[in-house]
């Protein structure tokens, strides 16, 4: 039997970058994981998995015979095409690198070995389904899911909301992201947007078959790319091309992408429309549901929050004022044109009447200061106008306390 001497795929992925050998990982182990596993990423993961662990103990043929049944499940995968060539070029010489046949462009190489580092390294993450983001989340009544996407992972990960308003992890799923790279500015720099976004249910009408299965578009640019001067459009979660099962791991225009198959069986969810997106870099993730500082803080946030609007009923200028940051900004001004405006209208005392209802909460991922999302309904009265909207609020902590950064009509 000729052996793969130097495979990369092996010596990078399953050596240096994954710590993996045959007493951690039996290939038993990976045999029942592949069974057990009922989401086409990660029977994808499992298979491409098994597959490599042969190639590392030597068998090449049985790892063949992997590689050709992932192939005949995903005859579009271009990793596994890959992976296949140097395993039948090994019969006849010894291989010096990864892609050492097949494929002669290096830059598609090293795109192709980056995705299997990103898909191995969640299939061998323990206890995923038990960890949660670090983020406050709190769903509305008209939410269901919330979908948390770690750019550093190239990873989706989709949550349901429990009756008690926990949230529970349901799959996760590989993702292409921009071919630059996070942290989107402008039209067409080829970078994915960080923050919370807002998926709509999906684009009717025929679509370029770039798209795959069908797009999802985000509510980019949203109220802080737009006061940061982020430009740009046409962010979405879509497919992939008919001939291609995934692409690299930085490879779209700034778009999430997801395979055609992840993307069809998160169809029944994302066409809800009003799902919240989280696009994270670097999620830190929690044992458990929720911590001690995470409730502390959703709570803080929940008071001031009521304060505010008893402030508000009260038309003490001063203190509904006293909630809001000086570097607040709304559509048709600043902080010191808010207050103005608000000072003019309260300074009769009007009577009235302000209710909140059905209030979500997602924080912001990645910002300068911690901040988060608010959306509620509100119900506001009074002896000459009663009017009912669902409004947006972005809050940020300094000082030591909750302050309203911006505020408007959703």
């Not at 998995?49 to 090449?60: D, S």
């Not at 949203?222 to 497919?239: A, P, T």
């Not at 508000?312 to 509904?320: F, R, T």
Request: charge should be positive; glycine fraction near 6%.
């Amino acid at each position: 039997m000729v052996r793969i001497k130097h495979l990369s795929v092996v010596i990078l992925l399953l050596g240096a970058v994954l710590p993996w050998n045959a007493t951690a990982v039996n290939q038993e182990g990976i045999a029942s994981r592949f069974l057990a596993q009922k989401y086409s990423t990660n029977i994808i993961e499992s298979m491409l998995a098994k597959t490599l662990f042969e190639i590392k103990q030597g068998k090449t043929g049985d790892a063949l015979n992997t590689v050709n049944q992932l192939i005949q499940n995903t005859p579009n995968f271009k990793l596994a095409y890959l992976i296949r060539g140097d395993l039948l070029a090994s019969r006849a010489r010894m291989l010096s690198a990864f892609g050492d046949t097949s494929v002669r462009d290096p830059r598609q190489i090293e795109d192709l070995k980056e995705e299997a580092e990103k898909r191995l390294e969640s299939y061998l993450e323990k206890n995923k389904d038990h960890l949660q983001p670090n983020l406050l989340i709190q769903l509305d009544s008209s939410q269901r899911y919330a979908v948390v996407v770690d750019t550093s992972k190239s990873r989706l990960f989709l949550y349901a909301k429990q009756e008690d308003g926990q949230l529970k992890y349901i799959a996760d799923y590989y993702v292409t992201i921009g071919k630059n790279g996070i942290d989107k500015k402008l039209q067409g720099d080829k970078r994915t947007p960080l923050g919370v976004y807002f998926a709509s249910s999906k684009l009717s009408g025929p679509l370029p078959d770039m798209y795959g299965e069908g797009a999802y578009p985000l509510n980019y640019p949203n109220e802080i790319d737009v006061n940061e001067k982020r430009n740009g459009s046409g962010i979405w979660l879509h497919g992939t091309p008919t001939d291609t099962y995934s692409r690299p791991p930085r490879a779209s225009d700034g778009c999430v992408v997801l395979s055609n198959p992840d993307i069809k069986s998160l169809h029944p969810i994302l066409n809800r429309g009003n799902t919240p997106v989280i696009i994270a870099n670097g999620v830190e993730w929690l044992a458990e549901a929720s911590s001690e500082v995470q409730v502390a803080q959703k709570q803080a946030l929940k008071t001031s929050i009521e304060a505010w609007r008893k402030d508000w009923e009260s038309q003490d200028s001063e203190a509904y004022l006293a909630h809001y940051s000086s570097h607040f900004f709304y559509s048709d001004g600043d902080f010191n044109k808010w207050a103005n405006y608000k000072r003019l209208i309260q300074a009769k005392k009007p009577r009235v009447s302000v209710g909140i209802e059905n209030v979500s909460i997602f924080s912001y991922p990645n910002a300068q200061q911690p901040m988060v999302v608010v959306n509620f309904e509100q119900d506001f009265k009074s002896a000459s106008l009663q009017n009912r909207m669902k409004k947006r609020q972005y809050w940020v902590h300094e000082n030591n306390q909750w302050k309203i950064i911006y505020e408007g009509a959703v």
